[in-house]
Nanobody
Framework: QVQLVESGGGLVQPGGSLRLSCAAS????????MGWYRQAPGKERELVAL???????TYADSVKGRFTISRDVPKNMLYLQMNSLKLEDTAVYYC?????????WGKGTLVTVSS
Protein backbone atom coordinates (compact mmCIF):
# COMPACT_ATOMS: atom_id res chain seq x y z
CA GLN A 1 0.00 0.00 0.00
CA VAL A 2 1.19 3.49 -0.89
CA GLN A 3 0.09 6.82 0.52
CA LEU A 4 0.73 10.16 -1.16
CA VAL A 5 0.19 13.51 0.55
CA GLU A 6 0.56 16.77 -1.34
CA SER A 7 1.22 20.19 0.17
CA GLY A 8 2.25 23.66 -0.89
CA GLY A 9 -0.74 24.84 -2.85
CA GLY A 10 -2.29 28.25 -2.37
CA LEU A 11 -3.17 31.57 -3.91
CA VAL A 12 -0.54 33.33 -5.99
CA GLN A 13 -0.52 36.26 -8.38
CA PRO A 14 0.31 35.84 -12.06
CA GLY A 15 4.06 35.70 -12.51
CA GLY A 16 4.56 34.32 -9.02
CA SER A 17 6.03 31.04 -7.83
CA LEU A 18 4.98 28.08 -5.73
CA ARG A 19 6.66 24.85 -4.73
CA LEU A 20 4.53 21.76 -4.32
CA SER A 21 5.66 18.79 -2.26
CA CYS A 22 4.50 15.19 -2.20
CA ALA A 23 5.35 12.87 0.65
CA ALA A 24 5.18 9.19 -0.26
CA SER A 25 5.00 6.38 2.27
CA UNK A 26 4.43 2.65 2.20
CA UNK A 27 5.90 0.02 -0.09
CA UNK A 28 7.77 2.12 -2.61
CA UNK A 29 10.19 0.64 -5.09
CA UNK A 30 12.86 2.41 -7.07
CA UNK A 31 11.49 1.17 -10.40
CA UNK A 32 8.46 3.43 -10.30
CA UNK A 33 7.14 6.43 -12.13
CA MET A 34 6.22 9.49 -10.11
CA GLY A 35 4.74 12.68 -11.31
CA TRP A 36 2.35 15.57 -11.08
CA TYR A 37 -1.00 15.87 -12.78
CA ARG A 38 -3.56 18.65 -12.61
CA GLN A 39 -7.25 19.10 -13.17
CA ALA A 40 -8.76 22.48 -13.85
CA PRO A 41 -12.48 23.16 -13.35
CA GLY A 42 -14.49 21.57 -16.13
CA LYS A 43 -11.46 19.91 -17.69
CA GLU A 44 -9.92 16.46 -17.67
CA ARG A 45 -6.91 15.58 -15.56
CA GLU A 46 -3.68 16.14 -17.48
CA LEU A 47 -0.04 15.31 -17.04
CA VAL A 48 2.15 18.17 -15.83
CA ALA A 49 5.53 16.51 -15.23
CA LEU A 50 6.78 12.99 -14.73
CA UNK A 51 9.80 10.99 -13.64
CA UNK A 52 10.09 7.57 -15.27
CA UNK A 53 12.74 4.89 -15.73
CA UNK A 54 14.58 6.36 -12.77
CA UNK A 55 15.69 9.80 -13.82
CA UNK A 56 14.05 10.58 -17.15
CA UNK A 57 11.65 13.52 -17.02
CA THR A 58 8.90 14.72 -19.29
CA TYR A 59 6.82 17.88 -19.14
CA ALA A 60 3.61 19.12 -20.67
CA ASP A 61 4.36 21.64 -23.40
CA SER A 62 2.37 24.27 -21.50
CA VAL A 63 4.76 24.20 -18.53
CA LYS A 64 8.14 23.61 -20.18
CA GLY A 65 10.67 26.20 -19.07
CA ARG A 66 8.50 27.29 -16.15
CA PHE A 67 8.03 24.17 -14.01
CA THR A 68 10.70 21.84 -12.67
CA ILE A 69 10.09 18.40 -11.20
CA SER A 70 12.57 16.98 -8.70
CA ARG A 71 12.72 14.20 -6.17
CA ASP A 72 14.55 13.16 -3.03
CA VAL A 73 14.62 9.38 -3.34
CA PRO A 74 15.91 8.53 0.17
CA LYS A 75 13.18 10.70 1.69
CA ASN A 76 10.48 9.52 -0.75
CA MET A 77 9.67 13.12 -1.60
CA LEU A 78 8.59 14.60 -4.92
CA TYR A 79 8.57 18.31 -5.70
CA LEU A 80 7.25 20.64 -8.35
CA GLN A 81 8.77 24.10 -8.57
CA MET A 82 6.37 26.34 -10.46
CA ASN A 83 7.61 29.71 -11.72
CA SER A 84 6.05 32.39 -13.90
CA LEU A 85 2.61 31.12 -13.02
CA LYS A 86 -0.25 31.96 -15.32
CA LEU A 87 -3.99 32.20 -14.80
CA GLU A 88 -4.41 28.98 -16.75
CA ASP A 89 -2.25 27.09 -14.25
CA THR A 90 -5.12 27.26 -11.77
CA ALA A 91 -6.06 23.68 -10.92
CA VAL A 92 -5.96 20.96 -8.33
CA TYR A 93 -2.53 19.35 -8.54
CA TYR A 94 -2.20 15.64 -7.82
CA CYS A 95 0.82 13.56 -7.02
CA UNK A 96 0.89 10.15 -8.67
CA UNK A 97 2.98 7.02 -8.33
CA UNK A 98 2.84 3.99 -10.60
CA UNK A 99 4.57 0.70 -9.87
CA UNK A 100 4.00 -2.94 -10.80
CA UNK A 101 0.76 -2.19 -12.58
CA UNK A 102 -0.77 -0.15 -9.77
CA UNK A 103 -1.51 3.57 -9.82
CA UNK A 104 -1.70 5.61 -6.64
CA TRP A 105 -2.97 9.16 -6.22
CA GLY A 106 -2.89 11.78 -3.54
CA LYS A 107 -5.93 13.86 -2.66
CA GLY A 108 -4.56 16.92 -4.39
CA THR A 109 -3.62 20.46 -3.50
CA LEU A 110 -5.32 23.52 -4.96
CA VAL A 111 -3.29 26.12 -6.82
CA THR A 112 -5.10 29.34 -7.63
CA VAL A 113 -3.45 31.95 -9.82
CA SER A 114 -5.32 35.20 -9.60
CA SER A 115 -4.70 38.91 -9.45
Amino acid sequence: QVQLVESGGGLVQPGGSLRLSCAASGSIFSSNAMGWYRQAPGKERELVALFFRGSITTYADSVKGRFTISRDVPKNMLYLQMNSLKLEDTAVYYCSLSQYGMDYWGKGTLVTVSS
